[in-house]
């Protein structure tokens, strides 16, 4: 054999072997793509949790105020019933406004506190969200790396196993839509 044959055998393995990782390029190129779009859905979901729990907030703090108020009149009523006074009907007239106020009130409460509940149940779902998101873009991750050692040892298992990760990240990102 000669020294020309011998280097053009050499050639052909070395791009041989060059074509057996083009899928294994191509596998990294996708699971790039699905880091870059799990990436994105986990801080959407993050962003949400926190703009719901922002709202949950403004909710509570509505519910207290209402609370206050109906407090203050509570105890205006509760006083003009015990001290002495001059005009003993603009007392009653006070304590029944009051009264109506509160009566007002009440059903106001209710609709605040289970709005703010119904708000606080979203931040939850949303942060359970993120956090399958999260797990699924850590596992991505694992799998493009893994995968891309596939290019630097040649043996294919790393490929294999990196796909396996990527399945993991895969199912764990798409079990957000079973989440309710």
């Known amino acids: 054999m000669e020294a020309n044959e011998a280097q053009e055998l050499q ?3 070395e791009h041989g072997s060059e074509g057996g ?4 390029a191509f596998t990294m190129a996708v699971l790039a793509v699905l880091v870059a779009v799990v990436t994105v859905l986990g801080h959407r979901s993050h962003t949400e949790a ?3 729990q922002a709202e949950a907030s403004d909710t509570w703090n509505e519910y207290q105020a209402v609370k206050i108020r109906d407090s203050n009149k509570d105890d205006i009523t509760k006083l003009l019933s015990v001290i002495a006074v001059t005009d003993a009907d603009k007392a009653k007239s006070i304590a029944k406004a009051n009264n109506d106020h509160r009566e007002k009130w009440a059903d106001e409460l209710q609709e605040k506190s ?3 509940k119904g708000l ?10 993120a956090n399958f998101f999260d797990l699924g873009e850590a596992l991505l991750e694992i799998g493009l790396v893994v995968t891309s050692v596939t290019l630097l040892t040649r043996r294919k298992t790393y490929w294999y196993i990196g796909i396996v990760f990527a399945l993991g990240g895969v199912v764990s ?8």
């Open 21 to 24: 990782m083009r899928p294994v």
């Open 120 to 129: 606080e149940a979203r931040v939850t779902l949303a942060e359970h969200h």
């Open 50 to 52: 926190v703009l719901r």
């Open 173 to 180: 990102a798409a079990l957000v839509l079973f989440i309710k």
């Open 11 to 13: 050639e052909h393995a």
């Open 114 to 116: 289970k709005e703010a």
